[in-house]
């Protein structure tokens, strides 16, 4: 009798249906409180992350609901007015708990200060032209041989694939970056670019530009720091195996 007694106990201690029944009323109670949250729950203030160029005045002046349930808001609609502002890549909304709308922008990257005669402005890979900022600047190439009007017009040429190819590898190669401080897209010669010491023209034609900068830096690299630079005049590395140079007459 007393070993049935014990038995019997032993396996109502490990009947699970107690904890199941305690974890479905919990779960039941934070369904039931999230849904009362969200009823209830109203907007009442926004905040910026990510934004540099673009000011958080100017993202101010979007015009974001608030005082309503974030069911209610045109999450599509407020986007689109914020992508509309020149810097603004990407706009990211979510709502915090504690009913604070955040708006997380990505912005366009200069990649070239674009020139036009007395005009400059900055422009992004993708082609698309944006105004300078007062106080903040970026350590990027000058870029000639393109139009630097009108603002938020984009530059979908051919010729500006090719410049935007380069100076994205330009970017990611350091000696390349250091050494290159201005580039021109011509038709003749495709892209040329004038280094920051003494202005010697190096011309990187159309296309191909990985292995070039490749042998530009090997050639700076081996001849140009025993030469110097003051000897260069040009250096073309258009050609497949060989780099033409003409140096100063001396």
């Known amino acids: 009798m007393t070993k049935d007694e014990t038995h019997n106990d032993t396996k109502s201690s490990k009947n699970p249906l107690p ?3 305690g974890a479905v009323l919990i779960l039941g109670m934070a369904i039931v409180g999230g849904l009362y949250w969200s009823a209830n729950m109203t907007v009442e203030q ?10 958080s005045d100017e993202l101010e002046k979007v015009e974001v609901p608030t005082g309503i349930n974030p069911d209610s808001l045109d999450y599509a609609d407020i986007r689109r007015q914020f992508e509309q502002l020149p810097y603004v890549r990407r706009a990211d909304i979510s709502v915090e708990p504690n009913g604070e709308l955040l708006v997380d922008i990505t912005e366009r990257k200069p990649i070239a200060l674009l020139a036009e005669g007395t005009t400059k402005v900055y422009v992004d890979h993708e082609g698309i032209r944006l105004p300078k900022v007062l106080g903040k600047t970026v ?6 041989g393109f139009s630097a009007t009108p603002l938020g017009d984009t530059l979908n040429s051919k010729a500006f694939e090719y410049a935007s190819n380069f100076l994205k590898t330009v970017h990611n190669k350091n000696v390349s970056n250091a050494t290159i401080s201005e580039v021109a897209w011509t038709k003749k010669e495709g892209i ?6 003494n202005g010697v023209k190096l011309i990187f034609g159309k296309g191909d530009y990985a292995n ?3 042998n530009w830096e090997a050639f700076y690299g081996k001849v140009i720091k025993q030469k110097g630079i003051k000897a260069m005049r040009s250096v073309d590395l258009r050609f497949q195996g060989q780099i033409v140079t003409r140096e100063k007459e001396t």
């Open 19 to 21: 904890w199941i029944a």
């Open 46 to 55: 926004v905040r910026f992350e990510g934004n540099y160029f673009v000011s």
């Open 139 to 144: 350590d990027v190439p000058i870029l000639y």
């Open 192 to 197: 040329v670019a004038l280094t920051n010491q």
């Open 212 to 214: 070039r900068l490749r």
